[in-house]
């Protein structure tokens, strides 16, 4: 028998994690002799059940997996669903072991030492509902419902796991309306302003394009899978071009690859501009049709010179006017454009000049034409209104926490929101997240959990940071031991996302612990009743005219449907902006502050002088073996060096740093220790350390991680994150 990687993963580390599980509870050790099949190929046999990975991936894969005597035994792509095909990522690769990780927390846990202490007896599910509804109802009677905050974002995708079930619950109790902005919105506000909507076209209409042009993408490490289909592209002799700080592997197969220096992108975009402008590679039937503004444009571009931008953004003209030279000359241009480029001081107004690319091009409105960015038709199109529950709200104006500001809402002394004080924060209930380590400013997020008068419940699978300082701990089921349906936000599917296994050890999923909680906190509205098929049903039962003919028994026999939105997008001209048309000069930039046609601000020029100064611009950026903080349960991926910085031969030379020594970065947020990477994949002046990386589990020290010195400034426009609008200090550790 021939063993391959795969089937000895899944294997050796099946057979670790039943052993490992044995001794915890008598429920899971009974899983040992009734579980995984010695004969590792036997393993690919059982029944199958089809799942959608839920990871906050553009990928959205559809996943088969074999059950044998109830237990999950493989794992592998969906060949029916072309997008996915057989091989999923690694990280889908791993999720036999994800689920049966040794480290699982299989029963609830109170709090017996200090705050972060790390001591915990057992206790029972009905214990913990009394222990927190008891809490609950004390702190709405002391100081009003808004003192409660829901924490939460992408640990899980499913329309149920990420929305419905615990927006029911804080939707009926009336707690504080929690932003979960962390993500994407300063680029809708961006890509709007020139053309009414960040909803793009079919990914899969690559195949028509002249040029793919990624703007901040790197599909190696999210959205894997759509890799196969630029090169299906390229292969038909589509032209790749690429824009990026970080010189990521698929920069090196792009025909032109640009690497400007970090957050210049506005700067760049406008070389790109004059030069078609130059050139006259400009489309002036439809500039003239379908845009307004292109005057000030022009003479906005006129005072930039090509030695200030060469100065600004340190790509070489030459190298910029080749791109421009491809994009104009060529009819058909998709645009891929990334999510962690926006997150920035200027995020909004560098979305909005990358989007002008395509007006100046006239590249809207015909197949193969375009901008993706998320495409959330599918997610947007569920009557997600009814399945959380909005319409129980009494408090509709409630104050709202932009979760990238958690640490300034659950401050000890000084809480505030949006710059503005705020009504103090007694208790939180953390699921689907990680805050320490996910949300900005970690020492400051700590400082605020750690305080006695907040009474904490964190709801998941691992042991994380976050946990640590909790009061209660409640054991979640896997996406995989429940039924939900998740919409894709690369392309245009709903997926099923069906039961695999019943819930290991005691965990429950989402749904069930907010039902539950429900009910105990005496709610006896008959959502608190309702089963997930029965939310399911609720959320397919949509007027949205992408849906037509989507009902769940199709869905539920078919797996996945495309929907069927027509194409090409935006095919009439009209643009959903104030003037209708493409915006070259828009209010809502002016409006908003900012200059109307393109803002050359850099981030520098917003920070304090003690971080202005600093040396180095840190980028945080995701890895191919992780979804932000996800999958540190998985020893073979954690097996994958994470905690590394790397850093420009130039730098490394100034600071007398080699490959393998430990520094230490530093600013007045906190430090952290990283194992050096001497590359070019970064510009001198900039440093790459992998994002949400655990704090307990940095081998180099676990007094600090990557967001213990990240920003929770917000962005321009939209609320987003800022993460990469930071500088740090290095020093050798
Ligand atoms: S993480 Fe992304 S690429 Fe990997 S299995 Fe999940 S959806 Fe697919």
Redo the contacts with the bound molecule.
Sequence with gaps: MKINRRTFMQGAGATAILSSLSGLTPGIANARTTGAHSNLLAKRNGEVVYH????N?????L?KFRVQDGRMTYVS?AEEQAK?GKA??????A?VQYTYAPDRILHPMERVGAKGEGKWRRISWDEAYKKISDRLKSVITEHGSESILPYSYSGNYGAIGMSASGERFWNRIGSSILERKVCTYAAYDGLESVYGTFLGPDPEDVMLSDVYLNWGHDETV????AIKLINKARDNGTKFLVVNPQRTPLCNQADVYLQPKPSTDVQLCAGIMKYLVEKDLVNHKFIQEQSIGYDDLLKRLDELSYDEIEQITGVPRAKMFEFAQILGENEKTMLRMGYGFQRNFNGARMSRAVAMLLGVTGNFGKRGNGLVYDNIHAGAGLNQSIASGKYMRKNKDAQRINMTEIAKAIHPTNPTSHDKPSKPIHAMIIYNGNPVVVAPDTNAVIEGMKREDLFVVGHDMVMTDSLQYCDIILPSASQFETDDIVGDYHGYYIQVCQKVIEPVGESKCNWTFFRELGQAMGFEDDVFKASNDDIIKELLDTDSPDYKGVTYERLMKEKFIKLDIPQPVLADGKYNTPSGKIEFSSKLMSDAGYHPVLDWQLPEEEMEPKERNLPFRLLSSGVPQR?NSSFYNVKYIRAIPAYYVKINPVDAKTYDVKDNDVVKLSNHRGEARFVVIVTEGVLPGSLMTPKCNWLRMNPNGTEGCTNSLTTDKLTDMGGCSAYHSTRVDLAKA
Aim: some cysteine.
């Design positions: 959608s990975c839920l990871r991936c553009a990928a959205r894969c996943l792509g996915t999923p990522c690694l990280k889908g690769q999720y999210s959205n894997t899978i979804v």
